[in-house]
């Protein structure tokens, strides 16, 4: 079973093993740093890929040490260059190749001693199966596959923050179940907003506008969500006012909890009027999903109907993305997923 990964500045897609998971999160890398994939569990060594302009640095010498020949950009099934390198501590294999103007470099990298075992024998051959299914993306398509893929993210992101609630709810922690549930039911209507626009626009184009933010954009807020939500008649005037309301409790818990009479059980109160509130909202959504497969436009414009049951594959990829959120070792180790 696989799984597709995208490179962040939109270069390259290749599948990789549902096992595996993307650890530049966990180890705080730099977005020059290549993409690095491991085992989640009882790693033996890590697949890394690069992707960087053809006369960057050391690789004009590359390329012409290993008489690379420039490959067509858009197709599958590259032919690689594979090289060996044997270390004291580390073992490495190489592959190469040219799509256009764009320099690949793959790496399975994994310690020397344990070269001889079935297990890395099994990793480096998922290694080689990955590279069949690299590709360079064309230019004229990066956006479109880019926004897919930040869709892809929010959601994952969504089902991580589910996941956190799940744990708090277990632990009773009615703070964080406040911050969680207003989270979510702002995410909500973000995501019906985009239903909506697809809809009215009779188009599968992602706005991203609402569903991502860089450290140096101008924040849409969640009262500007509830007000957008209102004009484009996602909600009624009533649910608008009633979201307000909930908000400003929300800012009561989380800034004065300290400086004010507010009572913990009071908090309580807040999580159950929010947990009203999201199925309220959870039922908007659930109209807009059937809305798109019904009419097939969209996001769920597809042949299977949104509130059909996941299989299995998919589980665990939702789980695995679920963990490259929290990328964290110790708060992976307790998954709730239903």
Request: proline residues 2%.
């Given at each position: 079973?696989?799984?597709?990964?995208?490179?962040?500045?939109?270069?390259?897609?290749?599948?990789?093993?549902?096992?595996?998971?993307?650890?530049?999160?966990?180890?705080?890398?730099?977005?020059?740093?290549?993409?690095?994939?491991?085992?989640?569990?009882?790693?033996?060594?890590?697949?890394?890929?690069?992707?960087n302009p053809k006369t960057k640095g050391e690789i004009p010498k590359l390329i012409e040490n290993n008489k690379l020949k420039a490959q067509e950009v858009g197709k599958i099934n590259l032919e690689f260059i594979e090289k060996y390198v044997s270390a004291e501590k580390f073992d490495m294999y190489l592959w190469f190749a040219v799509v256009n103007d764009k320099f690949i470099m793959c790496k399975y990298i994994y310690d020397s001693d344990k070269k001889e075992s079935k297990k890395?024998?099994?990793?480096?051959?998922?290694?080689?199966?990955?590279?069949?299914t690299i590709m360079v993306i064309?230019?004229?398509?990066?956006?479109?596959?880019?926004?897919?893929?930040?869709?892809?993210?929010?959601m994952n992101s969504l089902v991580a923050s589910v996941d956190l609630k799940n744990r708090a709810y277990k632990n009773g922690s009615s703070i964080e179940l406040v911050v969680l549930l207003?989270?979510?039911?702002?995410?909500?209507?973000?995501?019906?907003?985009?239903?909506?626009?697809?809809?009215?626009n009779s188009t599968d184009e992602i706005d991203t506008?609402?569903?991502?933010?860089?450290?140096?954009?101008?924040?849409?807020?969640?009262?500007?969500?509830?007000?957008?939500?209102?004009?484009?008649g996602l909600i009624t005037q009533s649910l608008h006012d009633e979201l307000f309301e909930l908000y400003n409790q929300?800012?009561?818990?989380?800034?004065?909890?300290?400086?004010?009479?507010?009572?913990t059980k009071d908090v309580m109160k807040v999580v159950y009027d929010y947990a009203v509130m999201e199925e309220k909202v959870g039922g908007i959504v659930r109209k807009y999903e059937q809305k798109q497969f019904q009419q097939k436009i969209g996001?769920?414009?597809?042949?299977?109907?949104?509130?059909?049951?996941?299989?299995?594959?998919?589980?665990k990829k939702v789980i695995g993305a679920i963990k490259e959120k929290h990328a964290d070792y110790r708060i992976n180790k307790d998954i709730t997923f239903e």
């Amino acid at each position: 079973m696989t799984k597709k990964f995208i490179d962040p500045k939109g270069d390259y897609i290749f599948f990789i093993p549902t096992e595996w998971g993307y650890r530049n999160g966990m180890y705080d890398a730099k977005e020059a740093d290549p993409d690095s994939f491991e085992l989640y569990e009882n790693s033996v060594g890590c697949f890394q890929i690069s992707c960087n302009p053809k006369t960057k640095g050391e690789i004009p010498k590359l390329i012409e040490n290993n008489k690379l020949k420039a490959q067509e950009v858009g197709k599958i099934n590259l032919e690689f260059i594979e090289k060996y390198v044997s270390a004291e501590k580390f073992d490495m294999y190489l592959w190469f190749a040219v799509v256009n103007d764009k320099f690949i470099m793959c790496k399975y990298i994994y310690d020397s001693d344990k070269k001889e075992s079935k297990k890395i024998k099994e990793e480096i051959e998922k290694a080689k199966n990955c590279l069949k299914t690299i590709m360079v993306i064309e230019e004229e398509h990066k956006t479109e596959i880019l926004a897919f893929e930040r869709f892809t993210k929010f959601m994952n992101s969504l089902v991580a923050s589910v996941d956190l609630k799940n744990r708090a709810y277990k632990n009773g922690s009615s703070i964080e179940l406040v911050v969680l549930l207003a989270n979510q039911i702002d995410a909500l209507l973000r995501l019906t907003l985009i239903l909506k626009k697809q809809l009215d626009n009779s188009t599968d184009e992602i706005d991203t506008t609402l569903i991502f933010q860089k450290e140096t954009d101008r924040p849409i807020m969640e009262k500007k969500v509830y007000k957008m939500a209102l004009d484009e008649g996602l909600i009624t005037q009533s649910l608008h006012d009633e979201l307000f309301e909930l908000y400003n409790q929300r800012n009561k818990v989380i800034h004065r909890y300290i400086i004010t009479d507010l009572l913990t059980k009071d908090v309580m109160k807040v999580v159950y009027d929010y947990a009203v509130m999201e199925e309220k909202v959870g039922g908007i959504v659930r109209k807009y999903e059937q809305k798109q497969f019904q009419q097939k436009i969209g996001i769920y414009g597809t042949d299977t109907s949104p509130d059909h049951p996941i299989d299995e594959e998919t589980k665990k990829k939702v789980i695995g993305a679920i963990k490259e959120k929290h990328a964290d070792y110790r708060i992976n180790k307790d998954i709730t997923f239903e």
